[in-house]
């Protein structure tokens, strides 16, 4: 290594470059010898080649290996050279392949590019194996939106009626279970006013907002007895975040519908966000990783509810339900 970096200051890079190899052959995870690698390749007009031993050294760094102090600042700079070539790439690859894409084939690029990650489900309890890898679904397909979106200046009435009534946190503590680990336990920054909770309506909400069970009658609510439906006005205050989570299983859909929309209020469901905005609802996978945020001065409210996976067949539903109803059983006397 010494060798290689006195070559180096000479400016010798062919006899620099024998020395690191011979360095690296005797340890390929060497992050010193890896940086000036890739150093010497990027002197040499070989981009590629240089992007990938940074890349390397910076794998290694960041699993634990030591980076010589010296060259803390060449491993910035790899990082650096490394995300500009990305773009280069990036651009490269436009230029060749068109820019009549479909999104899926855009976000393949951002893949293939490194502009944007692979997210996928996650459940944190159950998981159905074989379905769609989809972030957001179409609210074409789901017909029974349109008429809850016409009730929603009635639901935003309602809710103005009861800003002050019937809401609690969203995440809380219960007492035959340890806390969760959540900022926002117990605070009401995110707050529900429920409807239906864990397969039971909750009869003075419901009488009190007669619009919003009218919405909520258009939509295929899923039954299952001490666990669904849910249904609910879900309150973001402003300055909130609902942190990166996964939900509990896969077969089910989130549905939104805007009931009091507000500025610099997001989701971001897997490489997608989106605003909420009046006239659109959303439906996506909650067990691919997701949060929310509002940035703005207003709070939030939609109606949040969800719904069957449409690819889930009838039988596999009951069975799903069947599991959580042993579930819920198991080990009570």
């Known amino acids: 290594m010494a060798l290689g970096n006195a070559e180096l200051a000479l400016g010798n890079l062919d006899a620099a470059e024998t020395a690191i190899d011979r360095e690296l052959k005797r340890d390929t995870r060497d992050v010193g010898a890896l940086l000036v690698k890739g150093h010497l390749r990027e002197r040499l007009g070989d981009p590629r080649a240089a992007s990938s031993f940074y890349q390397a050294a910076a794998n290694q760094a960041a699993a634990g290996s030591p980076v010589p102090p010296p060259l803390a600042g060449l491993l910035t700079h790899g990082q650096r050279f490394i995300a500009a070539l990305q773009g280069d790439y990036g ?8 820019d009549v894409l479909s999104p899926a084939m855009r976000e393949a690029i951002d893949l293939l590019t490194g502009k944007s990650q692979v997210y996928l489900q996650h459940p944190s309890v159950f998981y ?10 179409e609210t074409a397909d789901f017909p029974w939106l349109e008429p809850m979106l016409d009730l929603s200046p009635a639901m935003r009435n309602e809710y103005l009626a009861r ?3 019937g809401f609690e946190p969203y995440v809380q503590h219960r007492a035959n279970r340890p806390a969760p680990n959540n900022p926002l336990l117990g605070k009401m920054d995110w707050s529900a006013h429920y409807f239906w909770q864990d397969g039971s309506l909750v009869e003075g909400n419901a009488a009190a907002c007669p619009a919003t069970m009218q919405a909520l009658g258009h939509a295929p609510l899923p039954h299952v007895p001490g666990r669904a439906p849910n249904a609910l006005w879900s309150r973001l205050l402003p300055g909130a975040r609902i942190a990166p989570h996964y939900g509990m299983l896969n077969t089910r859909l989130i549905c939104h519908v805007p009931v009091k929309t507000a500025p610099g209020c997001s989701l971001r469901v897997g490489n997608d966000r989106r605003e909420w905005t009046d006239g659109t609802a959303f439906v996506f996978d909650d067990s691919i990783e997701h949060e929310a945020f509002n940035t703005g001065p207003e709070s939030r409210v939609i109606l949040l509810f969800e719904i069957w996976r449409p690819e889930i067949p009838p039988e596999d539903r009951e069975a799903i339900a069947r599991i959580f109803q042993a579930i819920d059983s198991f080990g009570i006397n």
């Open 163 to 165: 800003v002050e009534s």
């Open 128 to 137: 159905y194996p074989g379905l769609p890898q989809k972030w957001f679904y």
């Open 91 to 98: 651009a490269h690859l436009r230029e060749v392949v068109g």
